[in-house]
């Protein structure tokens, strides 16, 4: 009996690893005219998500990046908020996958080729130059997230009750100068 309740949690455990994002790698880069995000991340779609939207349900997932200037004395200063959402959806006439980002859509063939496109930033700018203060060191805060909030009322309630909706990576933390 001991035996199966190990290899039950265990199997929990798998499936609990499994529908998380992680942060392979992240960081600011500073140019003429601002800061570029470059982040990677490995995601991969479970298959609750990948029958949604085979059925039609389209999935917005969320980048988010914070630059907080830290303060001993208060509150920690949040210079720079910024956040790009991809919706992704099936189009069975084509056969085809849909990421609309901003007012850019693509079309992709296979959902590894969504993935693919999700899971990196390369050269965003998310900081103009007189944004940040020169000569002071600053942390960064990046997420990437399934936003359940944008999903139709009847799978919102379907996501809070389920692990297999909650598909999101853990801030990832790392300090920087200017």
Same mark, same amino acid.
């Given at each position: 009996?001991?035996?199966?309740? +190990?290899?039950?949690?265990? !199997? ?9 994002? @992680? ?20 995601? @991969? ?8 939207? /085979?059925?039609?349900?389209?999935? &917005?997932?969320? +980048? ?16 720079? @908020?910024?956040?790009? @959402? &991809? ?9 085809? &996958? ?6 850019? !859509? ?15 930033? !390369? ?7 007189? /944004?940040?203060?020169?000569? !002071? $060191? ?6 990437? $997230?399934?936003?359940?909030?944008? +999903?139709?009322?009847?799978? /919102? ?22």
């Amino acid at each position: 009996m001991a035996c199966w309740a +190990l290899i039950a949690m265990a !199997t929990l455990a798998c499936v609990a690893h499994a529908d998380t994002i @992680t942060v392979r790698s992240a960081e600011l880069r500073s140019e003429e005219d601002g800061y570029y995000l470059n982040a990677e991340f490995e995601l @991969t779609f479970n298959p609750t998500l990948e029958e949604a939207l /085979q059925k039609g349900v389209p999935l &917005y997932f969320v +980048l988010e990046l914070d630059v907080i200037r830290p303060r001993w004395y208060w509150f920690d200063d949040k210079l720079v @908020t910024y956040s790009t @959402t &991809y919706r992704v959806s099936y189009v069975p006439l084509t056969r085809q &996958y849909r990421v609309q980002t901003g007012l850019l !859509t693509h079309n992709y063939e296979s959902l590894e080729e969504v993935e693919r496109l999700i899971s990196r930033a !390369t050269s965003r700018l998310v900081a103009r130059r007189d /944004q940040l203060p020169r000569g !002071t $060191r600053l942390e960064a805060a990046l997420r990437l $997230r399934l936003d359940v909030n944008q +999903l139709p009322k009847p799978f /919102q309630v379907n996501a809070l009750a389920s692990r297999e909706w909650s598909l999101q990576s853990d801030w990832h933390r790392w300090g920087f100068s200017t």
